[in-house]
């Protein structure tokens, strides 16, 4: 997970926004598990 500014251009205004990489899970369970993880944080 990074922040917004990691993938701006130049002097353009940045937005209040975060890039999710999801990598190949082992199976859907541990698919399951990370996206959770991420509503948990979202929500908090």
């Not at 990489?21 to 929500?43: H, Q, W, Y």
């Amino acid at each position: 997970m990074y922040c917004a500014e990691r993938f701006s251009v130049g002097n353009s205004t940045v937005p209040k926004a975060i890039r999710i990489c999801i990598t190949a899970p082992k199976d859907v369970e541990e698919l399951e598990k990370g996206l959770n993880i991420i509503k948990s944080l979202l929500n908090s």
